[in-house]
Every structure is written in C-alpha cells, then in structure tokens.
C-alpha cells in the first residue's frame, strides 16, 4: 500500500444499513452510494459503522459493502443491548443496567446472563455480516443525572461492572467478531451529553483509579480487541486535550500503564463534544498524534485522510507511525479470518453464517429471564379500581385512558398498534392516548382514570437523563387529582425513584428495564393478572410469572 492507503484503513466511516439512498435515516452523515463505493475504492476505507434496516437486509448490504473494497472491510455497530436493537428481526436484550439489578440477589447468575448477552450478541452479529461489536460499556456510571450513559452501563459500582464486562467480553469470543471496551477513560459520573458539549471530569487521579479505570483493567485482561476513547477533558491527568486527543491519557496511561496492545478507536467525530473542540482537520493530525489507531465517523473522510497525509509529508507525524495503527489493524482483521498471511490480501470471499429469520431460542429465552429477575413491583395489587370491565359500548368519557408517554411519538421503534403496551389495555376498555415529552399539558385535561406508562430512559442527543421540571410538574398534578390508578416505568429506574417519592404507597406500579415488546407483555400480564399478588413487592413479583407465558 502506498502511504494514503494506508492512512485509509485508519478511517470508519458511517454507512446506512438500509440498501437504497432512498432509505437512509441520516443523510447528514451517510453518504449515497455511489459516493460510498467511491469512497471504498479511491481512499481504501478500513471499515464502516452501519445504522437501519432489517436483519435479513443487512446480509445483503453487508456483502455489497464488502465486495466494494480493495481490503476486507471490518463492518462494526453500536450493539449494546442485542442485534435486534439495531436491526430488527433478531433479538433485542433488555439494557445492560437490568444485569446489575440481578446481582443484587444473584450474582452468578447475573454473570451467567452476561456472559450469554455476549454470546448471543455475536454469534446474531455476524451471521448478519457485522464482525465489529463497539461493545460492552464499561463506563461506572454512578452519576443518576448522566443522560448519555445511563442503562447503557453495567452498573454503578467497578466491581459489578467490571465482573459483567468481561464475562461479555468471553461470551462474545465464541464466534470471530472483536470487541471494543467504552468509553476512556470513563464516561460514568458526567451529567453532560458529549454528543452536544464537552463533559469535564474533575476527579483526582486516586479517585479515578478506583472508580473509573478497573472495568477497562478488566477488559483488557479478557481480551477486549478495541478501547473507545471518550469525548471529555479529565483536567488532572490533561487540562489542555480532551481525552481523544491526549497523548498522556491514551498513549502514557492506556498503552504504557495500562499494557493495552489493541486498537484505540475514537468515539465519533461528527459529536459536538469534539466539533466544538478543533477543526476537523487539527482533529483527525491530533487523534493520530495522541496514539488513535481508527478515527470513527469523521466528518469527511478525504479531509481526515489529506490532513493526516500533509502531517506526514511535513514531519509533523511520522509514517511509521501510521505503520505502527496499520499493524495493529491487521492483526485485528486477521482474528477475523479474512486476511492472508501477514499482509491485508483477502484469504477468501467473505463467509457468513446462515441467518435466522427470527430471534434464536436462546436469545429470545435470555431476554425473557433478564427482564425477569430484573423485574420490580409495589403497592397495592388486590385493588379493583385498575381493572376496568370491558365494554365497547361505553362512551369514550366512561372508559379508562391509557396514557403512554414517550420520548419522540415519531422515533419509537418499540411502540405500533400492535404492541402490548396498547393492545392489552386496549382488551379492558381502556382507551390509548400518546404523547411525547414536548406535549404533557394535555395530562391533567382529562379526567378518566389513568393507567400511565411512561418510555423514558438516557439516550444520546436526548440532553437530559430524567424528567423536565415542566414533566414533574404535569405528573405531581396527575397525582394529586387522584385519577392515577396505576403506573408502569420502562427504561429508567432513575424515573422511577422520582415517582416513588411521590406516589401513595398503596398506587400500583410495576418498573421494567427494557421498552420492547416482550418488555411490554410480561408488565401488563403482571399488572391485570387475575391472581392477587397483593404480598408482591419490589422484584418477588417475577417468582410468580412464567417464562414463557406471554399472552393475556
């Protein structure tokens, strides 16, 4: 390869998973396809990050994008929580922070469905043609107010997280797919989203090494095959550079200290914790200087690659510097079966494994299980006041309300008018209404009994990690008009306290980590059950639900 060859398989950039431009969910950051391919070829792009589309779909554009490039493409996804978060049709897991409410009663057990989440993420990952998981977290996050890594994260201790972590990081070594440990040197205890500013974590360094650093010692001593490097300045350790772009964190601590040999990818360029940081092009010279091996999603590739090019040709870096991150990319894609020899010649026509047209037994009973031992419940279940009869002919000022609130009506994967969380109540006379976080005055203007559930949870791009003051206010008034009859959480168990603080203590309420269907209809089957689970409080209430009862 000549120099900008290889300075080309430094770059992932991000392509729509869907086949047709028509499809894409995010033109501002994915590129046509005649633009892709040319990109592919011209610049010999070592990999892409992929968004949208089906499971079966991406077989297809997995394939494609392959046999667009000059050298065996490593095809990586955010897939923290299953494949079928991401691309629908195989399994989609309950967010990593339920695992850690199982080890509370049953650690082993909750290290058993770790080491399966990662075995099962894998395995469905590359029978899609991903073989780059950027995956698990092991950020600590210990900050309730986070609104980026919340239940993204194992946990709120380094020790739960790192024992989590890593059994992932094994479960997941059963198939050729590498694995990245996110994001360093910490993300956990930041109340800002990098994805819209720069976080500062303004810890001393004993504090950071006994918080924040022990799950990435873990990883690394798992075998975790890539470090994703955080957005955020850590002022003792560097008060100049964030740490995507700090030589000492990445090169002094991680390398050095810390003896990581893997791959050091940067976290997304296109984030406004970097963009508001330093041009493009100072961004891709300093990554590289600071000890980055793949820049991830940068803005536009050619920039990155031509200003790390003239870096070379100015002796700003060096090219065996660039020889040394190409190494390293090739020792990673050789794991992968799809490299000859020493060199980055192809061996063989990328093979996939055959695909399911559903989600695996095993993947579907591992989701069941975690959602139910993770699982909490309290009140007062023996009341009749939640279970309305059903009766069609009532008017709609007679029937009950089913208030959902999401997030964005438009962006929830998890919610159709199939979805338990509408359908079952929809079978007792309750009457669906939806609204999002944007439109809660309309709560109080009804006054029919209420069952109120809530899809709440920190997300990138989201800002806020729990409520507003104007969406506490809305429910502090629906509680207190006595309407409320009953109230399911989905997603944050941070909501949940705040409601907890609030409610009577004989209001049912039923909490759930995950949002997805299946999610949905092990709440409600608990909820409107017809046996009295009165005595259930708290997570007893999964001993009386069967694993794979999911009707009404």
């Known amino acids: 390869m000549d120099l ?3 300075i080309g398989q430094m ?4 392509a729509s998973g869907n086949l047709f431009d028509s499809q894409r969910l995010y033109p501002q950051w994915e590129a046509d396809n005649q633009t892709l391919q040319r990109w592919l070829k011209e610049f010999n792009l070592g990999g892409v990050i992929l968004l949208g589309g089906g499971a079966v779909e ?3 554009r997995s394939r494609q994008l392959q046999a667009w490039a000059n050298t065996p493409l490593l095809i990586a996804a955010d897939i923290e929580e299953g494949v079928g978060q991401r691309f629908a049709g ?3 897991l309950p967010p990593p922070m339920a695992l850690s409410a199982i080890t509370v009663k049953d650690l082993e057990l909750a290290r058993q469905y770790a080491y399966q989440m990662g075995e099962v993420t894998a395995q469905e990952a590359v029978s899609i043609g991903v073989n780059w998981l950027l995956a698990p977290v092991v950020d600590v996050n210990n900050n309730s107010e986070n609104p980026v890594i919340n239940i993204r994260a194992f946990g709120d201790r380094p020790e739960i997280v790192s024992c989590l972590t890593s059994a992932f990081i094994e479960g997941a070594k059963s198939v050729p797919i590498l694995t990245t440990a996110k994001h360093f040197p910490g993300h956990g205890d930041t109340a800002t989203d990098s994805h819209l500013d720069l976080p500062v974590l303004n810890h001393d360094a004993a504090r950071l090494a006994e918080i924040e650093l022990p799950p990435f010692t873990s990883a690394i001593a798992a075998g975790v095959d890539s470090v994703m490097t955080a957005h955020l300045t850590i002022p003792v350790w560097d008060s100049e550079q964030p740490a995507t772009l700090s030589k000492i964190i990445l090169t002094e601590k991680l390398r050095q200290e810390m003896g990581f040999t893997g791959l050091i990818v940067t976290d997304a360029l296109i984030m406004g914790g970097i963009t508001k940081y330093a041009a493009p092009e100072e961004v891709a010279i300093r990554a590289v200087e600071s000890g980055v091996d793949i ?3 940068p803005d536009n590739p050619e920039v990155a690659i031509n200003s790390i090019f003239a870096a070379v040709r100015t002796g700003r870096l060096s090219e065996e510097r660039i020889e040394e991150s190409c190494e390293r990319i090739r020792i990673a894609k050789s794991k992968l079966n ?14 996939l494994e055959p695909i399911q047209l559903e ?4 993947g579907l009973a591992l989701a069941t299980n975690i959602l139910q031992h993770s699982l909490r419940a309290g009140g007062n279940f023996d009341r009749q006041s939640f279970l309305p009869e059903s009766n069609p002919q009532q008017s709609n000022s007679q029937q009950f309300r089913n208030l959902i609130v999401v997030d964005d009506v438009l962006n929830s994967s998890f919610l159709n008018s199939r979805s338990s969380a509408i359908a079952i109540p929809q079978q007792l006379g309750y009457q669906k209404q939806i609204l999002d976080q944007n439109s809660l005055d309309l709560i109080t203007k009804d006054l029919r009994p209420t069952l109120l559930q809530l899809f709440v949870r920190g997300n990138p791009f989201r800002g806020q990690a729990g409520l507003s003051p104007m969406a506490e206010e809305q429910y502090s008034q629906l509680v207190q008009s006595e309407h409320l009859r009953a109230i399911v959480v989905y997603g944050s168990p941070y909501v949940l306290d705040w409601f907890l603080n609030l409610i009577p203590a004989d209001l049912p309420w039923i909490f759930s980590y995950g949002q997805m269907d299946i999610a949905q209809a092990i709440v409600l089957n608990a909820l409107f059950s017809k046996e009295k689970i009165e005595t259930l409080a708290d997570d007893q209430i999964t001993d009386k639900l069967a694993v794979t009862d999911f009707g009404f």
């Open 4 to 6: 900008k060859a290889k």
């Open 11 to 14: 770059i992932v950039v991000r």
């Open 58 to 60: 991406l077989q297809t």
């Open 90 to 92: 195989l399994t989609w």
């Open 295 to 297: 820049l991830l999603m």
């Open 338 to 351: 799809c490299l000859e020899g020493s060199s980055m010649v192809p061996s063989k026509p990328i093979q």
């Open 359 to 362: 989600p695996s037994e095993q």
